[in-house]
Every structure is written in structure tokens, then in C-alpha cells.
């Protein structure tokens, strides 16, 4: 077997073993669920009987093993159990699929991810060429300086910030993103307009950095000089030899950034009120909704894992060492 | 002074070799600082002078409530109350005591389980290690900020379960940094000299290694530091963060972010909410500078060149 495809498939078994022992854990954490939880879901009237049946469904009463693979067997038939919120001490069960809760927010969470995507890494590849291509000079200053400070900011400061000028002070986009599956596609892209922006200036400008970083680290090997030497143009020099050197770094950190993409979209949909996967889990994290933060825990740990996977292949298979062993 | 008149050549080397204290060294060092870590140091050192004297420097209580909620900026309120009727100046400055408070705290304990862990880990280099290692690949798999979610759902969101989950998660970066530098000095002749003339291993780790290893676990120190701080201002931003009433950054934003949509008619009000992220994001951007100097100074490292 080529040296490439055993490596590519070790990391591919390496990753779902990953995923396997994160499900694990997220699936533990029920485990630790304080004894009296049944009384806290179900309110204080709930009687004896209602509190013991509750038990029961959530299966407290069979091994832990055998609960795992319920709820594995579960998940992997896209079935996540049912929402904790709306079951009353009646007895009567009001409460949603969780898959029913998610599917729709999915959707919205990855057209806004993609669309964030779309616009962010062209801009970072773009402005990382640029600035490396012109470094010290003052454009390549004024990026640098701007991408420094937007890196240690909040994204939540950076949105009340972009909703103060652009949606509040001069009302060119709006600030509430309140997209429906019944929407035209031009009117969800204005309607995410803002946070796509706030999650494009948090993630452009590591991108930005890790592109121009790497593209002059390799400027200081001795082949760039002998290219140099036989009188190429700085701009030949970084676009013909540098460049495709430099892709297994970059393509890591972009997809790296694009991972955090996950963790950032939590936020800014909160803060846009954006009906996506991370607001559902926020809100069932404030009312311990246990069922629903574990699929969105999957969800988010799953997308974070295969994107740092994809990565490291990239990597790989980038990198010439491997492709032509000796 | 008998040495001045007849020339010695030992007095001239004793003199040379006479060393700077170490006040003088930090002096210098200080001196030669750029102007970027200068700001840093004045902005961290105005934050912990607020934080450490609160009391005193609030003109209102922490969760004082007053009659008027919203009120404008000025007059009896610097900048304002919040919905309730709470003084935001007096609780921003309360803010940075709690908030800074707790993420320090954080990060000390972070330090403390993750660092003596990495360190054990690089000296028996055994099936210890072997499971701290793997164990720490499958959390760091897990996006922080989403695991922080979950655990806080589960244990509920007080301030000492906030501290210990984020410390907890935080503590695997903080193993695998010290893990890592402490494996390039572990195998130094003086470590092993030390460990054959019998010495145990907290002596070893106190003694031999720990100092060499400090620069790179200092910087991160301030990096854990800005990020702790980040993650819990954004979590209590969501609400499931430090608790009300307790005067915090994070819950500050959210509860006055409403204010942002009457920028047109009261700008002033519409800077409120922003007024603790900027705090927040300023403290970042200053503890960022002073790393980036105190990096550039320990190990040379130069952005590029």
C-alpha cells in the first residue's frame, strides 16, 4: 500500500475512535446528573410515580453500558431522544424530538457558517499574500494592526460594535436575524448579513496572520534566494515559488479557523438572536435540557473533529516528504 | 580607600564582577521596554489598582438599587443605571474586581493541576504518561467553550463549579505546553546527575526543571490568563456565567444590549453595553502586548525578518 493511504487511514481511524470516546463522555455526562434531577425537571408536585416512570425513560435503571448503546444505536439512526422541557408533573408528555428541535437549526447554522466561510478565506488568502508581498510597508502595518487588535477582542464586542454603526446609528442592515426556512435566499444573506460579518473579522484575522507568517518563513530558504538571484520579481517569487509551498500550513489553519467557527457561531447567534444550533444549546444549557445539550455537544464536538481531521490529511498529503517516499 | 592607589588586577575583575541587583535588572529591562508593553503594563496595573480597591473607589454599592432604571449618563450616575436601577460605573468597577478575580483564580488553578501533571508526565515517562496524554488528546478534541456548556449544565452555573470547569479544561493546554518543554530538559546530564545522587521528585521538579522552563510557562501564563478571561465574559455573556447579582463584565453586556438600538436618539446610553466589553477587550489586547515582549526578550524570537 502507498505510504500516503496508510497514513491518510490511520488518521481516519484515529478520528473515529476520537469521535467515539468524545461520544463517550458526553454520554457520561448524564452520570453525574445530581440524584434529585427528576424532581428539578419535573417541578415539585411531581408525585412518586411520575419522578420514578421519569427514571425509567431516561433508563436509570439498567446498567450504564447497556444505556450507551441505546443512546448510540440511538444517535446513529438520527434518533436523540426526546426534550426534557415540557414534560409536566402530570404526567403528561408534551415534549419535543430533539431531532425535531435541531434539524431545522442545523440547516441555519451551516448556510451561515458557509456563507462566513465563502467570504473569509478568499479575503484572508488575499490579504495574507498581499501583506507578506508588501510587508512593512504601511498598508501591511495598518492590516496588521487591525488584525491584531480584532483577534483579542470579544466577538460579542466586536458585534455591538458593527450593530452600533452599521444597524443602530445608520439602519443599512438589520440587527435582528431572524432567517425561516419560508425566506428567498437574497433575504436570509441580508438577514445574516451581520453576524457573517462579526464571525468574518474574528476568524479573517488569524488566517491572515498564519498565511502571511508562513509564506515569509519560507521566504528564508535558500531556494527563494537562488530565485531571487536569477532576478525574479518579489511577486513571482512569492506567487510561483512560495505559495505552493506554503499550502499544507495554510490549508491547516483554515481549516482549523473554520473549527472555530463552531465554537464562535455560539455567540454571535445568541447575540443576533440567530435561530441556530448554538442558541438552542445555549438556551437548553440556562434550562438544563439535558437531552438537547448532549446532541448539540455531538453535533459541535463532531463538525470540530472532522474539520481538524480534514487538516491534518491536507497536511499530509501535501507535504512531498511523504508523497515520494525514497 | 587604600584599593584606589595601588592598582590590583583581582580588585578590577572583583569590581566588574560585582553583579546588579535584581531591582536594577528589572529596572533596565523596563527601560528598554517598547512603548506597546508599556501600555500594557499601565493598563494591567490600573485594572488591578481598581480591582484591589473597589470599595473604596465605587460612588454606589455593587447591587445598590435606585429608584430610576435607565438613567442618563451624568449627574448622580457617571454612566447611567442598568434595567433594575443599578449604578453601571459603581459596577463596572466592581466588574473588574470579580471578573479579573475569578479568571486569575482560574488560571492559577489551571496552572497548578496542569503544570505539576506535564511535569510528572515528562519525568516517568511511563504508562502515566501514556494515559494523561491520550486522555488530554480526546478532551482537546472537544471545543472548549461547547464542553464548558455542557458541564455547566449539568453541575449548574455557580462561581466555584464556573472556576473548577474552566480550569479543569484549561489545565490540558497547560500539560501539553509543560509536558513539552520540560521533555527537551528532563534528559539534560544535570537532571540525571540529580535524580542518581538520590534526589525525590518534587526536589527534582522544584529545583532542576521548573526554572528552567519558566520563560515559556510565564508567557503562557498571561495567553491562559486573556483567554480564561475571554471564555468566562463570554460566558457569562450567554447568561450561564457568573450569576446576578454579582457585578460581572460578561452579564453587563447582555443585560444593557438593548440600549444599542437607541444609538440614534441617545448615543451616549447606546455606548453602555459597550462600555464593559471594551473593558474587557482592553485588558486582552494590554496582557497580549506584555507577553509578546516578554517572548521577544526570553527566547529572541522576532516576528520575522
Sequence with gaps: MHPIVKTVIQRLMLGVFTLFLVSLIIFSAIQFLPGDFGEAVLGQSATEDTVAAFRKELGLDQPAYKRYFNWVGGVVQGDFGSSFSGRASSGVDRSRKVVDLIAPRLENTLFLASMTALIAVPLALFLGITTALYRNSIYDRVVNAVTLTTIATPEFFVAYILILFLASLNQWLPSLANIDASMSLGEKIYKSALPSLTLTLVIVAHMMRMTRAAIINLLASPYIEMARLKGLSSRQVILRHALPNAWAPIATVIAFNLAYLVVGVVIVEVVFVYPGVGQLMVDAVRTRDIPVVQASALFFAGTYIMLNLIADIIGIITNPRILHPR | ?305
Excluded at chain 2, 564582577?17 to 521596554?33: E, G, N, S, V
Excluded at chain 2, 498571561?222 to 450569576?243: E, N, P
Design chain 2, 1 to 305: 580607600m587604600s584599593d584606589e592607589q595601588t592598582y590590583s588586577a583581582a580588585g578590577e575583575v572583583g569590581q566588574v564582577r560585582q553583579r546588579r541587583t535584581r531591582l536594577q535588572r528589572i529596572w533596565l529591562d523596563l527601560k528598554k521596554a517598547p512603548p506597546t508593553a508599556i501600555f500594557g503594563m499601565l493598563v494591567v496595573s490600573i485594572y488591578a489598582f481598581v480591582a484591589l480597591f473597589a470599595p473604596f473607589l465605587a460612588p454606589h454599592g455593587e447591587a445598590q438599587i435606585f429608584k430610576e432604571p435607565y438613567a442618563a449618563w451624568g449627574g448622580q450616575f457617571l454612566l447611567g443605571t442598568d434595567q433594575i436601577g443599578r449604578d453601571i460605573f459603581s459596577r463596572l468597577i466592581y466588574g473588574a474586581r470579580n471578573t479579573i478575580g475569578i479568571a486569575l483564580t482560574t488560571t492559577i488553578l489551571s496552572f497548578a493541576v496542569g503544570g505539576s501533571l506535564g511535569l510528572i508526565a515528562a519525568i516517568n515517562q511511563n504508562w502515566v504518561d501514556q494515559v494523561m496524554s491520550r486522555l488530554v488528546d480526546v478532551l482537546m478534541a472537544i471545543p472548549s467553550l461547547i464542553f464548558a456548556l455542557m458541564l455547566l449544565s449539568i453541575f449548574g452555573s455557580t462561581t466555584w463549579g464556573l472556576i473548577i470547569i474552566i480550569a479543569m479544561l484549561d489545565s490540558t493546554r497547560v500539560f501539553r505546553l509543560t509536558r513539552a518543554v520540560s521533555l527537551n530538559v528532563v534528559v539534560m546530564d544535570y537532571v540525571e546527575a540529580a535524580r542518581l545522587r538520590g534526589e525525590k521528585l518534587p526536589w527534582i521538579m522544584r529545583r532542576e526543571i521548573l526554572p528552567n522552563i519558566l520563560p515559556p510557562l510565564v508567557a503562557e501564563f498571561g495567553l491562559r490568563f486573556s483567554f480564561v478571561f475571554l471564555a468566562i465574559a463570554a460566558l457569562s455573556f450567554l447568561g450561564v456565567g457568573i450569576q446576578p447579582p454579582t457585578a460581572d463584565w460578561g452579564s453587563m453586556v447582555r443585560e444593557n444590549a438593548s440600549l444599542i438600538q437607541f444609538a440614534k436618539y441617545d448615543l451616549k446610553g447606546a455606548m453602555t453595553p459597550l462600555m464593559p466589553a471594551a473593558a474587557i477587550a482592553l485588558l486582552t489586547v494590554a496582557v497580549n502586548f506584555i507577553v509578546d515582549w516578554f517572548l521577544q526578550k526570553t527566547s529572541g524570537l522576532k516576528d520575522e525578518q
